[in-house]
């Protein structure tokens, strides 16, 4: 690959995976680039074989990756950091989501109000206007059910320790709670969605909703 003066690229890093920076010239001792913080770095042949160009939506963080032009791995990863920084622990690959577990609580992520959000979504297309979410790809194969008549698969995998079991617990909750709101012709049903549940979606066990103890039996 021909780097030029100028190019953003991704530079191997030990800490970080990838760093992004500037190429600012090429030497007989490998390629000068500059990072973010300002530094310039030497980088040796085989250090430097290893830079790739960045693609420019990799460098901002975008919530669908598969507009990228240049999908690598680099980019990819950085992509992927970038949104975490930001608590946004899911992106879009097309039809496919990419979690990564935040190893914590994050306020306002799930709910009944957003899951509201991606219930009402008029169309596919005002579905995936919204932010990428197990919501989504929930809504978008409970809709295919109804439309088509056929049985829907999602498919959950990641290594140990990634989230796997909680995120299959999200996306329970939720198609429980929107086959409710669908019982119920779509308004004033929220009971359930998002894991949350109003007086119609409680039971006389300890109150919790149907949704929970319907996910708990899975």
């Given amino acids: 690959m021909s780097l030029r003066e100028g190019d953003r690229v991704l530079v191997p890093d030990r800490e970080h995976a990838y760093l992004p920076a500037t190429v600012v010239q090429r030497t007989e001792a490998g390629l000068d680039v500059r990072l973010v913080d300002g530094s310039t770095h030497?980088?040796?042949?085989?250090?430097?074989?290893?830079?790739?160009?960045?693609?420019?939506?990799?460098?901002?963080?975008?919530?669908?990756?598969?507009?990228?032009?240049?999908?690598?791995?680099a980019s990819i990863v950085h992509n992927l950091r970038v949104r975490y920084e930001r608590e946004a622990i899911y992106t879009a690959v097309g039809p496919i989501l990419i979690s990564v577990n935040p190893l914590r609580q994050l306020e306002g992520l799930f709910g009944p109000e957003v899951a509201q959000r991606y219930a009402d979504a008029a169309d596919g297309a005002a579905l995936s206007a919204l932010?990428?979410?197990?919501?989504?790809?929930?809504?978008?194969?409970?809709?295919?059910?109804?439309?088509?008549?056929?049985?829907?698969?999602?498919?959950?995998?990641?290594?140990?320790?990634?989230?796997?079991?909680?995120?299959?617990?999200?996306?329970?909750?939720?198609?429980?709670?929107?086959?409710?709101?669908?019982?119920?012709?779509?308004?004033?049903?929220?009971?359930?969605?998002?894991?949350?549940?109003?007086?119609?979606?409680?039971?006389?066990?300890?109150?919790?909703?149907?949704?929970?103890?319907?996910?708990?039996?899975?």
């Fill in 42 to 73: 030497t980088l040796a042949a085989a250090a430097a074989s290893q830079v790739v160009l960045a693609d420019p939506l990799a460098l901002q963080g975008s919530d669908d990756m598969v507009r990228f032009n240049l999908l690598t791995e």
């Fill in 131 to 218: 932010p990428p979410h197990p919501y989504a790809q929930v809504e978008a194969a409970y809709r295919e059910v109804l439309s088509q008549g056929c049985n829907q698969s999602l498919v959950v995998s990641g290594e140990s320790g990634a989230g796997k079991t909680e995120l299959t617990k999200i996306c329970l909750r939720f198609l429980v709670g929107r086959a409710h709101m669908g019982d119920a012709g779509g308004g004033g049903g929220a009971a359930g969605v998002g894991g949350a549940a109003g007086a119609s979606g409680r039971s006389g066990e300890a109150g919790r909703s149907v949704a929970d103890r319907r996910v708990t039996c899975n």
